[in-house]
């Protein structure tokens, strides 16, 4: 049985209350390197292009890459520093099992597989084939993520797999499909300069996407407006030429708003409309409801605001929309994508240059992992895992009974439920951090507890990792070699720029370790990942996400490579939808009617005030990596409670002061950051760090019903001044003021 961790004060003392930091003078080796190797930085969707320098086997800093299009040599500040964490003493160098009252103790690799393939046999034959489950990560490579889904149905013959990007962007995903007939980025980013208005909804791009930034000063120095949904206002939004302090969970009011004035005055596009669509009637019927005056109580801004916004998109030449993750937190996310989407198809502008939509991924291989087959619902190529022809081929692909592939399982958070509740009782994890990143912590980390067998792979122990009883010390992104696919849709190659060190492995072989002792060896024959990405292509042959056409030698010659890429001979895909041709088997792009409903937890009397949640530019996830490099953590080394000063005056909270974030699932302490730049009816914590610091404590696990994500961007909090924490976080920052 897993037990519950070590205590906060024993990992503090024993991990570093945020980080260990880099050593005195850093990791650069003085002299000329032995080698520079181009790859790409592990972190985003944007998957910039970098050069990283090799001197004497290991990583010791980095050159820009100015030819590789997306990003032209520049990096943010994660990019940066990306590689100081190859060196950090916290790397698993060994694998660990945990010894009842002596913690983990280091044993062989052989006796560590033979240990977890052992424990997955004997749950299986007690409690039946779903009884063991695999949680994996949307940061995997196209390889990576292609192994997992086929060693879960093929050497687990397990239904429960899902990954985190369940909390990411599956609500973009789904909009897209229904209206679209695509789960992908509608246009190349080079389109975004090119538009003439950019409505940014939902994403603080120059925090969690701040190469995109560029993109945007480009279009606005050719006359672009900019407008900004949210409702912080973040960087991006200080310039904008429209700032609307939305409501969090109040997007389609100004959505449908704007369509409703846009429908009005003729700002529509009615033959594009008739011969490219279907659907267009119920959302007119829909939208008339929904006057500036209307939308705007549902979106808590002035109905001026809306029309000013129709004003400037209605009419434009060109236009972009973007959208991350704040208007897809919510158990509306899809409805809130799809109201968002109906804006574009009603003008006609999408499938031309400069007129497009895109979802800013947000984990690493964000776009690239969710067409592989790790999904819980889904199969190689973006199949879909109910379609007999689908689960035909792909049985054909792997050399097994269509009958034997598992039909759909649970996501993550159902899948987290299922083994609280006792129905899994196993669980294989690689590439995630379900007990800092899942909401409701406290209930995700007492289901962690209750495992009869858990098995992590990862490169340092995480805080999940600390409840597994085998952990296995795997490869980090630029010690291993495989592709991923960026925030346009370009399928990119990242090269082993150094092997793991030793005592840790490539996860792609452990993987392949514990399926020969799983008895399915002979499914699982790879010598390479190219072997692998080469089953991969003609695994998706065929399907939405077809990279039959695309091979690692193209990638290098051409900079990448859009899917869909079909043959050899077929140039790519960089924008979808030319000729006005749309993903459904009729061609056309199928509007959407969407309403407004509350989210699963409004405020009231007891819980006042809105949390929603976040990334910040220093940090990465749930900090794993991040949260190891002293540089970045000096740049924001604690979480804080972002607070308007109206708000912050009727609590009695100074910037600086503690305060005690409370839900009615659990509560943290942090200090108070008072600033002007949030809704006076909204905080704002970020949600990297774990323990007693981790915002996702106080978050609900409500999802919506068809992405199944988490409501991470609203639930009802009380906030109040607080006494300084046990061991006062004060004491783990920098001894200068707050942060600015």
């Not at 260990?20 to 969707?45: K, L, M, Q, S, Y």
């Not at 869909?564 to 009729?586: M, Q, V």
Request: contains cysteine; aromatic residues 8%; neutral net charge.
């Amino acid at each position: 049985m897993a037990r519950l961790p070590d205590s906060i004060p024993d990992l503090v003392k024993r991990f570093g209350p945020h980080a260990n930091r880099e050593p005195a003078g850093g990791w650069t080796t003085r002299g000329e390197p032995d080698r520079i190797v181009a790859t790409h930085c592990c972190f985003c969707g944007q998957q910039c292009g970098i050069q990283l320098k090799v001197k004497d086997e290991k990583i010791v800093g980095f050159e820009p890459w100015e030819d590789f299009p997306f990003n032209r040599g520049k990096l943010c500040p994660k990019g940066v520093k990306r590689y100081m964490q190859d060196e950090h003493p916290d790397r698993l160098l060994t694998p660990l099992a945990r010894d009842e009252g002596r913690g983990f103790q280091p044993i062989d690799w052989e006796t560590a597989l033979d240990r977890t393939a052992a424990e997955i046999q004997r749950i299986q034959a007690a409690y039946g084939r779903d009884a063991f489950a695999v949680l994996t990560g949307a940061s995997l490579t196209n390889e990576k993520a292609y192994l997992m889904g086929k060693f879960a149905r093929v050497a687990l013959r397990t239904a429960n797999i899902d990954y985190n990007g369940r909390l990411c962007m599956v609500s973009a995903a789904a909009a897209s499909k229904k209206i679209l007939g695509i789960d992908r980025s509608a246009n190349p980013w080079s389109d975004i300069p090119k538009a003439k208005v950019v409505l940014v909804a939902g994403a603080n791009i120059a925090e969690c996407a701040p190469i995109t930034t560029d993109y945007l000063w480009q279009a606005r120095e050719n006359g672009a407006a900019i407008i900004v949904l949210d409702p912080r206002m973040t960087p991006i939004a200080r310039t904008a030429d429209l700032f609307i302090p939305v409501r969090p969970g109040g997007d389609i009011g100004v959505f449908n708003g704007m369509l409703h004035v846009m429908v009005a005055r003729g700002w529509i596009d009615r033959d594009f409309i008739a011969a490219h669509t279907t659907g267009w009637d119920d959302v007119e019927r829909t939208v008339a409801r929904f006057t500036p005056e209307y939308a705007g109580t549902i979106a808590g801004v002035p109905a001026s605001m809306i029309v000013r916004a129709a004003e400037l998109w209605g009419p434009a030449a060109t236009s972009f929309l973007l959208h991350a993750r704040g208007i897809e937190h919510h158990s509306k996310g899809v409805d809130n994508c799809m109201a968002a989407i109906n804006l574009v198809v009603a003008t006609g502008r999408i499938g031309r240059e400069g007129c497009g939509y895109a979802m800013i991924t947000g984990q690493g291989n964000g776009q690239g992992a969710r067409e592989q087959g790790q999904k819980c619902d889904q199969l190689p190529g973006a199949r879909d895992l109910e379609n007999p022809a689908h689960r035909e081929y792909i049985a054909g692909v792997w050399g097994v009974e269509e009958s034997s592939i598992p039909h759909t399982g649970l996501s993550a958070v159902p899948l987290l439920e299922a083994i609280h509740d006792g129905r899994i009782k196993g669980l294989l994890l690689i590439c995630f951090n379900p007990a800092v990143s899942l909401p409701d912590g406290d209930f995700i980390r007492e289901a962690l507890g209750r495992l009869e067998h858990f098995a992590v792979i990862d490169f340092f122990m995480s805080e999940t990792a600390r409840y597994a009883d085998v952990v296995f010390p795997g490869s980090l992104m630029e010690e291993d070699e495989g592709t991923t696919t960026n925030v346009e849709g370009r399928v990119i190659h990242h090269r082993q720029v150094v092997r793991p060190p030793e005592g840790a492995r490539e996860d792609w072989r452990i993987i392949c370790d514990l399926a020969q002792r799983l008895g399915a060896g002979d499914k699982f024959p790879y010598r390479s990942t190219r072997e692998i990405f080469e089953e991969l292509r003609i695994a998706s042959k065929g399907g939405v996400a077809d990279y039959a056409g695309i091979t690692w030698e193209r990638i290098d010659r051409d900079m990448g490579v859009f899917w869909p890429c079909p043959s050899i001979d077929h140039p790519g895909t960089p924008r979808l939808y030319e000729n006005a041709r749309f993903g459904h088997p009729d061609g056309k792009a199928h509007f959407q009617p969407v309403d407004w409903r509350p989210a699963a937890e409004e405020p009231d009397a007891d819980y006042p005030i809105i949390l929603t949640t976040g990334r910040v530019v220093s940090q990465y996830l749930s900090g794993t990596q991040t949260r190891r490099i002293g540089a970045l953590v000096d740049q924001y080394p604690q979480p804080r409670c972002e607070i308007h000063p109206r708000l912050a005056s009727s609590l009695g909270v100074a910037d600086g002061d503690f305060v005690r974030v409370e839900s009615r699932r659990g509560a943290i302490v942090v200090r108070a950051q008072v600033v002007k730049t949030i809704r006076p009816d909204t905080v704002f914590v970020p949600y990297h760090w774990p323990l007693d610091r981790s915002a996702n404590t106080c978050t609900i696990r409500a999802i919506d019903p068809v992405s199944k994500i988490p409501e991470f961007k609203i639930c009802a909090v009380r906030v109040s001044k607080a006494p300084a924490p046990a061991g006062d976080i004060a004491a783990l920052e920098p001894a200068a003021g707050g942060i600015r």
